[in-house]
């Protein structure tokens, strides 16, 4: 049984009655609601969707005419058909004019089922061809606002459409092959070059490739051009879309990269012969030139090499957006990152020790980051058969930090730690509070493992920059020395209490947040 949502204006119950029993015989669930002034019909009209308006002629609070005009007032498009018992045929016809479906007598409603579902279903016919324009106004305003180059010619090469993009990236007119001044003018994109492209797409097959376009100015653009056949009901290729996609500045990133790679190249050349030198020096010299140096080389490195890896790294991003479905050349890209990244992580790692960096001060939560940082290595320390053990303090005040530095203190003390067994033990990170005096309060943490432990011979050192105790190549003996300026430039202390084989404990005090601080990051300069 279909359902039939009737809106009836009519101010009489028992022709109200009558066209519901009507319309029950015909096999509907009706489901109808009767009003008979114009505020109750603004009031239920958009409440539902209803199939269609049944409406008596002549009311005495209300008529067709206002009822039709309030649904032409409202923007709804439903099936009104007039109902009644006196209307002749200029009321008809006036009826119809303004906008009335059909009109019915309430003496003869033999006609009343199919003229309902005659204009329901004309009703779905409408919106679906608006629904269709729209789609169609969507498509077409998507295609003229692309930011890539879109054309469409046929098998003559005559240009059929072109969204305003395609004469921007190359101010010639779409001539895939013969010569077009940007293919004359590239040696890549020879006769044989040309060939192949149409004997692709003419076989039905997407072409892509990389072009370059030489503008009327002189300037080159390096474009990705893709050409899709499009085909006719038989199946056969009538037309082409192509689209150009301007890489120009991935082309020009990858040529400062290779530039960059070069002096990077030069300047790693240069390390390797200062670190020969400095080796031979007594011990009473190295100690004072390793400091004198480091804060050169960082302030070098820095002005030679951020903005440059910086750059790249930006330059690299977009590239990699841009190929993403090129499987291969993502990868590539990814490989490209990973290696500016680790060398950023170095100059990084050089000006934290020499002279400190920008801050990005947050309020957080110190066991989040530790648990962060513990889920970091899980992987890690499970192969190293190393269990871990959170004991957190269920009430710990939140603190106003650097959340990156934090990070970076709590990765390379796990990091030692795991080192420390390298056939396994157990770790455990501690988190609680303290309270400094009455009112203040503070936070203390600890990571404790079952390693060898450190020798006091070694202890005493263990601040010192460059001192390290693991082997050759394992250490640069810096992380230590860096954990301890990050936690004194959050106010707080950092010790450490070691036995060899009985393992060791690192303490890190750290104040909590005070009143009122905000959850918003703030910037500060650390010196």
Not at 231 to 259: N, S
Not at 493 to 505: A, C, H, K, L, Q
């Amino acid at each position: 049984m279909s359902r039939l949502r009737v809106l009836h204006v009519e101010d009489s119950e028992r022709d109200f009655a009558l066209v519901k029993h009507h319309l029950s015989r015909a096999k509907y669930e009706v489901i109808s609601v009767r009003v008979e002034t114009a505020s109750a019909m603004a009031a239920v009209l958009p409440r539902h969707q209803w199939d269609v308006i049944l409406c008596d002629y002549s009311m005495p609070e209300f008529s067709a005419m206002a009822a039709l005009n309030l649904v032409k007032e409202m923007r709804i498009d439903i099936p009104f058909i007039v109902i009644s018992g006196t209307i002749g045929e200029a009321m008809a016809v006036e009826a119809m004019r303004a906008g009335a479906h059909d009109y019915l007598i309430k003496t003869n409603l033999a006609r009343l089922v199919p003229v309902i579902e005659r204009e329901i279903n004309e009703a779905d016919n409408r919106r679906a061809r608006r629904d269709a324009e729209e789609n169609v106004r969507l498509q077409s305003a998507a295609l003229e606002a692309a930011a890539n180059a879109i054309v469409i010619i046929n098998r003559e090469e005559e240009i059929l459409w072109a969204n305003p993009a395609f004469t921007e990236t190359g101010d010639y007119p779409f001539d895939p092959v013969g010569a077009s001044p940007d293919i004359a003018k590239s040696g890549e994109q020879d006769r044989s070059f040309c060939e192949d492209m149409w004997a692709t797409i003419l076989s039905g097959k997407v072409w892509r490739n990389t072009i370059i376009n030489r503008r009327k100015d002189g300037t080159v653009n390096h474009e990705i051009l893709t050409i899709t056949p499009i085909r006719d009901r038989a199946d056969a290729v009538t037309h082409f879309v192509g689209i150009k996609q301007d890489i120009t500045e991935v082309k020009l990133a990858e040529e400062a990269l290779r530039l960059t790679n070069a002096r990077l190249a030069t300047a790693l050349e240069e390390l390797q012969n200062k670190s020969l030198e400095l080796t031979a020096m007594t011990q009473q010299l190295w100690q004072a030139s390793k400091l004198a140096t480091m804060g050169e080389l960082a302030a070098g490195v820095a002005h030679e090499l951020n903005n440059p890896l910086a750059t790249i790294l930006l330059r690299l991003e977009a590239l990699s957006d841009q190929v993403r479905v090129d499987r291969q050349k993502s990868e590539a890209i990814e490989i490209v990152i990973g290696e500016v990244e680790r060398m950023g992580t170095l100059v990084t790692g050089l000006l934290q020790f020499s002279r400190g960096g920008h801050q990005q001060i947050s309020t957080l939560d110190v066991r989040e980051e530790i648990d962060n940082t513990l889920k970091l290595i899980e992987y890690h320390l499970r192969n190293q058969k190393i269990d871990v053990a959170r004991e957190f303090d269920a009430n710990v005040p939140m603190m106003a930090a650097d959340r990156q530095q934090l990070r970076q203190v709590f990765l390379n003390l796990v990091t030692n730690a795991s080192d420390a067994m390298p056939f396994g033990g157990k770790l455990t990170a501690r988190v609680g509070s303290v309270e400094i005096e009455k009112g203040v309060s503070g936070i203390n943490i600890e990571f404790i493992d079952t390693g060898a432990g450190i020798a006091p011979a070694d202890l005493v050192r263990i601040w010192e920059p460059f001192f390290t105790t693991k082997p050759p190549g394992k250490g640069t003996g810096l992380g230590l020395a860096i954990c301890r300026r990050l936690i004194e430039e959050h106010k707080g202390t950092i010790s450490i209490d070691s036995r060899p084989n009985e393992g060791t404990m690192l303490k890190i005090f750290l104040p909590a947040a005070s009143e009122g601080e905000s959850e918003v990051e703030q910037m500060s300069t650390v010196q």
